[in-house]
């Protein structure tokens, strides 16, 4: 028997709901394929506001760095919304586990469950094949770079006239881009060979120092990979009218918060997209999807793209390939068989039958 040390932080909203799927997932798992898992639980974000007064305590920290893998659901909802600086935001705990643990890869699998192809908004021929990597750059650029806010006498009004003033800085140094320009590589290699380097270069100092550096990388060590630059607001089109064509993409922080978000509605269910953050320690697994504060408390959300999660830390974290292809078998067979959360389900499918959140994650763990 082998045994992990799993960190679980449920946070806000539906949180708590999906990550005890993801935990019933993973005990079936590790017993059909001899692994134990010891489980450590913390408040974060939202819930942490409200027991401690911030979003990310200290003692968090040390318990996911203390932990071979976290697994994380969601934080954020209207209770703790502020535009006052001063106050503390629930994506300060996000942001900081982030910081703290220095995961600077963000792996984002974009994939069409066959059963679930009439979901997207996009034409089937249109979503065919679609296979893509988003790996986004996680710790660096505009989200942790120099920001102020402040009341300028003399300037932010058209006229000179007193009033507030706020600027963000987009600053990268040039090994936060080698490292994850090498992420990328290495992502295509096991894939279909492609990287699509994504930035706006024609304007951003940053971006032209981002394709510098992952064009030479791409020359020194990884010239066996095809490699592509593209500006990302004609990404942003061409992952609607081509996505197929994509492999992997690689990008920085903000660009890729907003291009993996469009990539996930591709499958047309962001209940259904895991992601991974890696970095040089205890990496962290949770599903693309917010708190969804709206459907909270009601035992309907999807706990798929936690579950799918798990099977994202089973494969980077603990190299235990068979039960990572274990869960996505086991998550295929329960949509095959017309199993469905509200959010996947179309009221077409002959054989769709709607399940709870509970519901959903015992079907999987049957099929296991
Ligand atoms: P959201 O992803 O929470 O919800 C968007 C829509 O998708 C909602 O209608 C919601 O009901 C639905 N949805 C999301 N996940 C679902 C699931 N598993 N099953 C069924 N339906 C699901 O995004 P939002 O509404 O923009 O944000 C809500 C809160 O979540 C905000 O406070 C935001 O800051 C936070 N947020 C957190 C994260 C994170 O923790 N990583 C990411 C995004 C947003």
Redesign the pocket.
């Known amino acids: 028997m082998i045994a992990y040390k799993i960190c679980l932080l449920p ?4 949180g708590p709901e ?1 990550i005890a799927e993801g935990v019933k997932v993973l005990d079936a798992v590790g017993a059909k394929h001899g692994l134990t898992f010891a489980y450590t639980e913390a408040l974060i ?1 939202g819930a942490a506001i409200d027991a401690c007064g911030e979003a990310l305590p200290a003692s968090i920290l040390e318990m996911a760095k203390a932990a071979d893998a976290v697994l ?7 209770k ?2 502020t535009t006052d600086p001063d106050k503390p935001r ?2 300060q705990g ?1 942001l900081g586990i982030r910081k703290g643990l220095q995961l600077y890869t963000n792996l984002r699998p974009v994939q069409i469950f066959d059963a679930l192809s009439g979901a997207s908004t996009l034409k089937p021929e249109v979503i065919e094949g679609v296979d893509l990597m988003m790996v986004r750059e996680l710790t660096g650029g505009v989200y942790f770079g120099r920001r102020e806010r402040f009341y300028d006498e003399a300037g932010a009004g058209v006229d000179g006239t007193p009033g507030q003033r706020a600027y963000d800085t987009m600053e990268y140094r040039e090994y936060e881009i080698d490292r994850i320009a090498r992420q990328a590589f290495e992502a295509a290699r096991k894939r279909r060979g492609k990287v699509t380097s994504v930035d706006k270069a024609n304007v951003l100092e940053s971006s032209r120092l981002w394709r510098e550096v992952v064009h030479r990388i791409h020359e020194e060590d990884y010239p066996d990979v095809e490699l592509e630059d593209i500006l990302v607001d004609n990404c942003a089109m061409q992952l609607i009218t081509r996505p197929a064509d994509f492999d992997v993409l690689v990008t920085e922080n903000m660009f890729g918060d907003i291009l993996s978000d469009e990539a996930a509605q591709i499958t047309g269910s ?2 259904m997209l895991a992601s991974a953050s890696l970095g040089d320690g205890t990496a962290l697994y ?10 909270a408390g009601q035992g ?7 579950i799918l999660s798990v099977e994202m830390m089973l494969r980077y974290s603990f190299n235990a390939q068979e039960a990572a292809d274990d869960v996505r078998r086991a998550v295929t067979a329960v949509l095959d068989a017309g199993w469905r ?3 996947i389900a179309d009221g077409a499918t002959p054989k769709e039958k709607v399940v709870d959140t509970s519901r959903m994650g015992d079907l999987v763990v049957d099929h296991l």
């Open positions: 946070g806000d909203g539906i999906i974000g994380l659901a969601a934080v954020g909802g209207p703790w919304d629930p994506e996000l962001l209940g949770e599903p693309s999807h917010g708190s969804a504060p709206d459907i309907i959300a999807n706990p798929l793209a936690q959360t509200g959010d």
